[in-house]
């Protein structure tokens, strides 16, 4: 397959370019006094000439060992990919494409090139896509000696058979998230304050000057008119967030193949991944306030990548997973993963003062304002704002020293860390072995000390960069054991 050229769908992918030129010709007429529509039209068409151009020079081969890409309208450019240095391929095909049977291909490779270079087939057919996912399974496979071959024995032990068996089951697991999975994440999912926000916002405060007036006429009259105005409310954006979560998680399917993970999901623009577990930094498990109450979890894994994108450094493998299926499901998709920690160290109680300390200063900002402007018909509202702030900021401490913790699973360097954390009423936790830990802070200032606290801090890659994640406040002697640990 030599010098192919992408299908011409891939031109409608330059619609961005086409806004920028009309933004770009808009910004610079008016200073100059020209005309507007002459300007941006002449940009339009530069804009879709170079585009055509772009197109026509750039062409895609898939030879034996290699993928290569020419592009380039002036200066040309030609980069090779080994199939060896291919970590994943993000196959992602929208809707109105499906009936041509094209897709989008997204190869990510080990290098830390600048952006020019990443390969991305804006659109080719699927079964381009399906060659490569071949040709790299293919070469992935040539790891395996196939020189190193085992006598079998004329007699096996009935237990080796069944414990290969059981082996051989576990290579292969499938997990799908239904439509009642999905209703529940939207109730235990913060977007509907979001969703409540935008509609405030895309409405210009209609709705909330809507509501204020309701309110205003309930408290002297009718209270059933308030209360139908606020079920309204909670209900439009519960059809918002799960018509989010929908568009996203649609058919989301995860399955485990040997080494490799790979999911699909999506409605709109339907998304496929296929990754080796050797490309996991980490593990991690999140579950807010709600999710807590109604038993369910979402798990991610952090990857090594060479791109910027959240898709491809963090990546949600199991969005709903109820409690009572957790230790099974973690079983099938992460075998390998230690979960039980052989010591464990919790955050200590003053943790939550000084949790709370370290927020403290938002709630002298209406305070010193009301002090400075004076007392006005806003300022008792302002004041109820600044107690919520202090139940929040308060329940938010409590929270972080209720599930911050570290531990280990074990003494030696292929054992794994388990650090939990909080943020926003939502606990983290992180499984992170001791071969992906970048570097390690152990900090413990002189106050700390005194109080027998220290910090933990440690760097994982995340995409072509990284991620910083601690335990604050534990207990000195445990930090310690953690630390030397790392030392080792």
Same mark, same amino acid.
């Given at each position: 397959?030599?010098?192919?050229?992408?299908?011409?769908?891939?031109?409608?992918?330059?619609?961005?370019?086409?806004?920028?030129?009309?933004?770009?010709?808009?910004?610079?007429?008016?200073?100059?006094?020209?005309?507007?529509?002459?300007?941006? $039209?002449?940009?339009?068409?530069?804009?879709?000439?170079?585009?055509?151009?772009?197109?026509?020079?750039?062409?895609?081969?898939?030879?034996?060992?290699?993928?290569?890409?020419?592009?380039?309208?002036?200066?040309?450019?030609?980069?090779?990919?080994?199939?060896?240095?291919?970590?994943?391929?993000?196959?992602?095909?929208?809707?109105?494409?499906?009936?041509?049977?094209?897709?989008?291909?997204?190869?990510?490779?080990?290098?830390?090139?600048?952006?020019?270079?990443?390969?991305?087939?804006?659109?080719?057919?699927?079964?381009?896509?399906?060659?490569?996912?071949?040709?790299?399974?293919? +070469?992935?496979?040539?790891?395996?000696?196939?020189?190193?071959?085992?006598?079998?024995?004329?007699?096996?032990?009935?237990?080796?058979?069944?414990?290969?068996?059981?082996?051989?089951?576990?290579?292969?697991?499938?997990?799908?998230?239904?439509?009642?999975?999905?209703?529940?994440?939207?109730?235990?999912?913060?977007?509907?304050?979001?969703?409540?926000?935008?509609?405030?916002?895309? $409405?210009?405060?209609?709705?909330?000057?809507?509501?204020?007036?309701?309110?205003?006429?309930?408290?002297?009259?009718?209270?059933?008119?308030?209360?139908?105005? $606020?079920?309204?409310?909670?209900?439009?954006?519960?059809?918002?967030?799960?018509?989010?979560?929908?568009?996203?998680?649609?058919?989301?399917?995860?399955?485990?193949?040997?080494?490799?993970?790979?999911?699909?999901?999506?409605?709109?623009?339907?998304?496929?991944? @296929?990754?080796?577990?050797? @490309?996991?930094?980490?593990?991690?498990?999140?579950?807010?306030?709600?999710?807590?109450?109604?038993?369910?979890?979402?798990?991610?894994?952090?990857?090594?990548?060479?791109?910027?994108?959240?898709?491809?450094?963090?990546?949600?493998?199991?969005?709903?997973?109820?409690?009572?299926?957790?230790?099974?499901?973690?079983?099938?998709?992460?075998?390998?993963?230690?979960?039980?920690?052989?010591?464990?160290?919790?955050?200590?109680?003053?943790?939550?003062?000084?949790?709370?300390?370290?927020?403290?200063?938002?709630?002298?900002?209406?305070?010193?304002?009301?002090?400075?402007?004076?007392? $006005?018909?806003?300022?008792?509202?302002?004041?109820?704002?600044?107690?919520?702030?202090?139940?929040?900021?308060?329940?938010?401490? +409590?929270?972080? +020293?209720?599930?911050?913790?570290?531990?280990?699973?074990?003494?030696?360097?292929?054992?794994?860390?388990?650090?939990?954390?909080?943020?926003?009423?939502?606990?983290?936790?992180?499984?992170?072995?001791?071969?992906?830990?970048?570097?390690?802070?152990?900090?413990?200032?002189?106050?700390?000390?005194?109080?027998?606290?220290?910090?933990?801090?440690?760097?994982?890659?995340?995409?072509?960069?990284?991620?910083?994640?601690?335990?604050?406040?534990?207990?000195?002697?445990?930090?310690?054991?953690?630390?030397?640990?790392?030392?080792?």
């Amino acid at each position: 397959m030599q010098d192919k050229h992408l299908n011409p769908l891939a031109l409608l992918y330059h619609y961005s370019d086409i806004l920028v030129a009309i933004f770009l010709a808009s910004f610079i007429s008016d200073p100059l006094h020209l005309n507007g529509y002459m300007i941006g $039209t002449l940009f339009v068409i530069i804009t879709v000439v170079w585009d055509i151009l772009a197109y026509f020079c750039f062409t895609y081969s898939i030879e034996d060992k290699q993928i290569v890409i020419k592009k380039g309208v002036i200066f040309k450019k030609v980069i090779h990919v080994p199939y060896a240095r291919i970590q994943s391929i993000e196959h992602s095909q929208f809707v109105l494409f499906r009936i041509f049977d094209i897709e989008r291909l997204q190869i990510s490779d080990a290098s830390k090139s600048n952006s020019d270079d990443k390969i991305v087939l804006n659109a080719v057919k699927t079964y381009v896509g399906a060659i490569l996912e071949e040709k790299h399974e293919k +070469y992935h496979r040539q790891d395996t000696d196939i020189n190193d071959v085992v006598d079998e024995p004329e007699l096996e032990d009935i237990n080796d058979k069944t414990e290969a068996k059981t082996v051989e089951e576990k290579k292969y697991a499938q997990y799908k998230v239904s439509t009642k999975d999905i209703v529940l994440y939207t109730f235990t999912s913060f977007r509907v304050f979001i969703a409540m926000f935008l509609i405030a916002h895309i $409405t210009h405060g209609a709705v909330i000057d809507v509501a204020i007036s309701i309110y205003q006429k309930g408290a002297n009259s009718n209270i059933f008119s308030v209360i139908i105005f $606020t079920v309204l409310a909670i209900i439009i954006a519960l059809l918002l967030s799960f018509a989010y979560t929908m568009i996203q998680f649609y058919d989301f399917t995860l399955v485990k193949d040997g080494k490799y993970l790979e999911y699909e999901k999506g409605l709109i623009t339907r998304s496929k991944l @296929r990754l080796s577990s050797d @490309r996991i930094q980490s593990v991690l498990v999140e579950q807010n306030v709600m999710g807590k109450l109604l038993k369910i979890m979402t798990v991610k894994i952090i990857m090594a990548s060479d791109e910027k994108d959240e898709e491809s450094s963090q990546a949600v493998v199991l969005p709903i997973l109820n409690g009572r299926e957790y230790e099974e499901m973690m079983n099938d998709f992460f075998e390998w993963l230690p979960r039980v920690t052989t010591q464990q160290h919790n955050a200590r109680r003053r943790s939550i003062w000084l949790f709370f300390r370290n927020i403290s200063w938002i709630l002298l900002i209406i305070p010193i304002a009301i002090y400075f402007i004076g007392w $006005t018909n806003t300022s008792a509202v302002l004041v109820a704002i600044d107690v919520l702030i202090f139940l929040y900021i308060l329940g938010n401490s +409590y929270f972080k +020293y209720r599930v911050t913790s570290i531990g280990l699973t074990g003494d030696t360097k292929d054992d794994y860390l388990i650090l939990s954390t909080g943020y926003l009423f939502k606990q983290s936790t992180y499984y992170v072995c001791w071969h992906e830990i970048q570097s390690m802070t152990f900090h413990s200032s002189v106050f700390m000390k005194r109080n027998n606290l220290s910090y933990i801090s440690i760097t994982i890659r995340k995409g072509e960069s990284h991620e910083v994640i601690g335990a604050d406040y534990v207990d000195y002697d445990g930090g310690q054991k953690i630390y030397d640990w790392y030392r080792q």
